[in-house]
């Protein structure tokens, strides 16, 4: 199954070791008790956090725990004395994924340090480059002169937008400025800078990272990205504008093309914890895990709890740490899966569903509740027949799916977290389904429906604009 969710959904879980061969080098998440050792320290956060990610964290009340705090290094050195080789490192779930054979598996069990070995992917790439970890927000924004908000300034984009009021928004002035959004995929080639970004160059790009193969850029791979993002971040008037085109990006690899494992999710834990840490204030994420290569790595339905998943309890993390997480519901409601997928059933994540054009839900667009009963997904957009550029920048697209449904509405939660910089992360996103379409009766196919954010605006400013 294609994990990129334009039509369908994929997933990995948590696999016990089992019986390995000696000399087969293979990728394993390695658990630690604690981060007893660490050089750092809750009272000095500014050694690990960025500015914009201890003012966003101010602004929410959510304290610095030992949860933020690095790897110990005496933990690390031990696990590096095995033979086994760094891949990546966690905080937040405290652990490292190296690549290993079994006999090193062997040493990396007996450490006293580590509580759990488990196996999440077969080694596939050798690191090139160290993933940076500083991205250059000093570059100067893309120009924001007033612009006509109009069918005819704004192109093929224009549908995208109104369909949940976003026009209104943007006429009032609030189009991203100042709202960096960080966007999770599997490879963002041929961006277009200029189109796509606003920028001129590749080297005004505040920051991109490739989590799964770790090389010096994510913007190769997987057009499913470029294709996600235009709906967002483009801004070539009079053919094409997205629904937050004044935006910072912040680009993110995490699919890995060549099959699907669990490391995928701790991929995407990883990225969370460095959009976290540079201050990233909204994420989309057109990406879901139901199944994998390996069958025994399949999700069930009693999984979709919300903590289960890595993925998905990353994006609780990061919510309780002020963080907006847009993601995509899922695209297996015509299939005997039916359901959202995950990290879709996190609660801490917004879950878009997919919509026809009257309004209607798309015959794919997954189902909830989740396991424990909670009603997903959170609100539904336009999913079918959605325009976007298309992944060279030189044409027009039209795509159905969540994975475009999602990025619309990622797009103007942007613009809404400009225009009410006051405001939680929690009280915009209640605020968007206290005034969607069917917010009286929120229910498991469309969740409270389909967004209004001129509406939602209203409520939270109290201004009737």
Known sequence: MNKLLLLVTCLLFALPIFAQKTTETEMYLVSFKDKKGTEYAISRPDEFLSERALLRRAAHGAEITETDLPLSPKYLDKVMRTGATLWLKSKWMNGVVVAATGLQVKELSKLKSVTNVEL?????????????????????????????????????????????????????????????????????????????????????????????????????????????????????????????????????????GKGEHRLEEINYAVALELADSIGVDVVNSSLGYTTFSSKSMDYKYKD????????????????????????????????????????????????????????????????????????????????????????????????????????????LMACLRQAVPDATNKELLDAVRATASQAGAPDNERGWGQPDFAAAYRMLTGTRN
């Open 120 to 256: 999440v992917g077969p080694a596939q790439y050798d690191r090139a480059t160290p993933l940076p970890v500083v991205p250059n927000l000093d570059r100067p924004e893309p120009r924001a002169d007033p612009v006509p908000v109009s069918a005819r300034f704004y192109g093929y984009g224009w549908d995208n937008l109104t369909g949940m009021k976003g026009d209104s928004l943007h006429s009032w002035g609030f189009r991203g400025k100042g709202v960096l959004v960080g966007v999770f995929d599997g490879g963002f080639p041929n961006v277009g800078y200029k189109d796509f970004l606003g920028y001129n160059e590749e080297s005004e790009i505040p920051a991109n990272y490739d989590v799964v193969e770790q090389d010096s850029t994510a913007l190769d791979g997987s057009t499913h990205g470029a294709t996600v993002l235009s709906t967002m971040a483009a801004n070539h008037p009079f053919f094409f504008i997205g629904t937050a085109p004044e935006a910072k990006y912040v680009l993110f690899k995490t699919e890995n």
């Open 304 to 411: 979709l709890d919300g903590k289960t998943s890595p993925a998905s309890r990353a994006i609780t993390t990061a919510f309780q740490r002020g963080m907006i997480i847009v993601t995509s519901a899922g695209n297996s409601g015509a299939d005997p899966w039916k359901y959202v997928g995950t990290p879709a059933d996190s609660p801490g994540a917004f879950s878009i569903g997919a919509l026809n054009k009257d309004g209607s839900r798309a015959y794919f667009s997954s189902f909830g509740p989740t396991a424990d009963g909670r009603v997903k997904p959170d609100v539904s957009a336009l999913g079918v027949d959605v325009a976007a550029v298309s992944a060279n920048g030189r044409g027009l697209t039209s795509a159905n799916g969540t994975s475009l449904a999602s990025p619309l509405v990622a797009g």
